[in-house]
Nanobody
Framework: VQLQASGGGLVQAGGSLRLSCTASGLTFSRYIMAWFRQAPGKEREFVAAINRSGGSAYYADSVSGRFAISRDSANYMVSLQMNSLKPEDTAVYYC?????????????????WGQGTQVTVSS
């Protein structure tokens, strides 16, 4: 199984970025897909998750209203549209997959992880 994340970069505060994660080696429709992030010196934290059908999305309070998660089941891809970025959004962002019917915000239960992509927001 591989999760390949891309789309990170350097952006000014108030700008936007779109992260993508392409999955291979798994049956995509069986997996909850999520994004987590880890800033320097901080613990990994939940950002957003989407259920298997793509009909329901869940967000951390800190990103709700600014970020949007979506999935493309035909292409085995999950995306994270990030708008109104803030310096505190600076982190390495990871996509993750969890085989379950229920969305879980704890990273410890996720089965597979991508390699991470750096997002840096300058003030």
């Amino acid at each position: 199984v591989q999760l390949q994340a891309s789309g990170g970069g350097l952006v000014q505060a108030g700008g936007s970025l779109r992260l993508s994660c392409t999955a291979s080696g798994l049956t995509f429709s069986r997996y909850i897909m999520a994004w987590f992030r880890q800033a320097p010196g901080k613990e990994r934290e939940f950002v957003a998750a989407i259920n298997r059908s793509g009909g329901s999305a869940y967000y951390a309070d800190s990103v709700s209203g600014r970020f949007a998660i979506s999935r493309d089941s035909a292409n085995y891809m999950v995306s994270l549209q990030m708008n109104s970025l803030k310096p505190e959004d600076t982190a390495v962002y990871y996509c993750a997959a969890h085989q379950s019917s229920w969305v879980v915000r704890s990273g410890s239960v996720y089965d597979y992880w991508g390699q991470g992509t750096q997002v840096t927001v300058s003030s």
